[in-house]
């Protein structure tokens, strides 16, 4: 179940920090990867990782950085809008807009209808990307977003995703269970993601907003 520590009356998010757990299932194959996330405003975004390794990782604007301290070493990227690349996270985040940023990747809503209590969007990609991307439909039920599938060019299912145990801040709720189905040409890779004692706007730690790679370090450069 997930744990709220902190809920904030506001409906501006400053910061947000969690535990999760990340299972990645293919075939006979398993691997979890477990720590902290810490998301702070204008895109900066640290994770921890605990387990299987040690590991920091810095999202932000400007690019990547991975740290591995027992080993002393680390690699950083210039890769624009890096948060973007996190989709575990980006589901989880994502339910903080109404239609899940959907809009602002450049996809249009066609079409939407009500059934029972279930309200289904579909959404089509910008024209310019339909050659690789197909429709997205989303399920929202009681102001949850429950269920989300993206699809082929030629409307075949290539990920689902299913949301649960959805915890609220203001009039949003996010989900703390989220379960996704990828589909390949061979195969179904499952992925079981978990967050727990979830804090919204509460402090960052220090050791946190004031990290940086020891000077002893060197940090090797990739485009």
Not at 78 to 87: F, M
Not at 183 to 191: A, C, H, P, T, V
Not at 205 to 223: G, H, Y
Request: proline share 5%; with cysteine.
């Amino acid at each position: 179940m997930c744990s709220l520590l902190l809920v904030a009356p506001l409906l501006v998010l400053n910061t947000l920090s969690a535990n999760f757990e990340r299972e990645i299932v293919n075939q006979d194959l398993s691997e979890i990867t477990s720590g902290i996330v810490y998301y702070q405003e204008k895109e900066r975004l640290t994770l921890e990782v605990t387990t299987p390794i040690h590991q920091m990782m810095i999202f932000n604007e400007d690019g990547t950085i991975i740290y591995y301290p027992e080993e002393k070493r680390a690699i950083q990227t210039k890769e624009k809008n890096s948060i973007r690349t996190l989709p575990f996270f980006q589901m989880f985040i994502g339910a903080m807009k109404e239609d899940y940023g959907l809009a602002e990747a450049g996809y249009i809503l066609k079409r939407h209808k009500k059934k029972e209590d279930i309200l289904y969007t579909y959404w089509e990609p910008p024209k310019k990307m339909k050659k690789f991307l197909g429709t997205v439909i989303l399920e929202m039920k009681k102001d949850r977003f429950v269920y989300m599938e993206t699809r082929t060019p030629d409307n075949k299912p290539a990920i689902k995703v299913f949301f649960k145990d959805h915890i609220r801040f203001g009039d949003k709720y996010l989900p703390c269970q989220i379960s996704i189905e990828r589909y390949g040409n061979s195969s179904l890779i499952k992925e079981y993601i978990t967050y727990s004692d979830v804090r919204f706007n509460s402090p960052i730690p220090e050791r946190i907003l004031n990290f940086r790679i020891p000077d002893s370090v060197d940090i090797k450069e990739f485009k």
